[in-house]
């Protein structure tokens, strides 16, 4: 299994510019979840999808972020327009079905972000 | 907020048993508490989860207090390539809606 897939794995653009990050979660897992690390918040729980369908996205910033998950294995994190201060490590993860005591979420590499 | 503490940092020569201790007083009685770990520039790895009874997998092995309200992570036999930021977390929602509430983690640092 090549695991969770992101990209891209680096992106430098300018403030303003329209940012789409891509995520291809592991075949037959159910949960998609997109996070966000910097230094000063640590990993936080930004949007996520059970079946496709969102489930929770208190933790999206704004207005300026979006997330879609149009099939089973492919999802979306868009920021637009974009400032420095959304400059982090995003990581998109998928967990398989909820069978209790099995919530074990599977990580990409994560795309590092730069806003100049 | 995350439900843990843990300490910033630790130190562990090679070879020897790594022992990460995790606070978690305020757990409900279905809450699991889950351990990642963070190698440097790569995406969080799952390592092991429990509830009430001690678990062991080929990673690690937990340890929770009767109590419920801290845990022992162990590495048994640490190898600089288990130097990474280490994870303890605790579930909370229920069946379609639960998250995984990171706290700030313990750099674990394994030395030669």
């Known amino acids: 299994d090549a695991g969770v897939i992101q990209s891209p794995r680096h992106e430098v653009t300018e403030m303003g510019q329209e940012v789409t990050l891509r995520c291809k979660p592991i075949s037959g897992h159910d949960y998609l979840f997109w996070y966000r690390q910097t230094m000063m918040r640590g990993l936080e729980l930004l949007i996520y999808f059970n079946n496709n369908v969102p489930i929770d996205d208190s933790g999206m910033p704004e207005d300026r972020f979006s997330a879609k998950m149009p099939n089973a294995s492919f999802s979306t994190l868009k920021i637009q327009p974009s400032e420095p201060r959304d400059s982090a490590v995003y990581f998109c993860?998928?967990?398989?079905?909820?069978?209790?005591?099995?919530?074990?979420?599977?990580f990409g590499a994560g795309t590092r972000l730069s806003v100049l | 907020d995350a439900k843990t503490t843990q300490p910033t940092s630790m130190d562990c020569a090679e070879g020897r048993a790594a022992n990460l201790p995790c606070n978690h007083s305020?757990?409900?009685?279905?809450?699991?508490v889950y351990w990642y770990r963070q190698i440097h520039s790569q995406g969080p790895q799952y390592i092991i989860h429990?509830?009430?009874?001690?678990e062991t997998n080929e990673m690690a092995s937990l340890i929770i207090t009767e109590d419920r309200k801290s845990s022992t992570l162990i590495l048994p036999h640490a190898t600089l390539r288990d130097t990474a930021v280490y994870y303890c977390i605790v579930r909370v929602g229920f069946s379609s809606n639960y998250q995984l509430i990171w706290g700030a983690g313990t750099k674990l640092i394994i030395k030669p």
């Open positions: 429990g509830l009430k009874n001690n």
């Open positions: 305020t757990i409900s009685g279905n809450e699991y």
């Open positions: 993860a998928s967990s398989p079905r909820i069978q209790l005591a099995k919530n074990i979420q599977y």
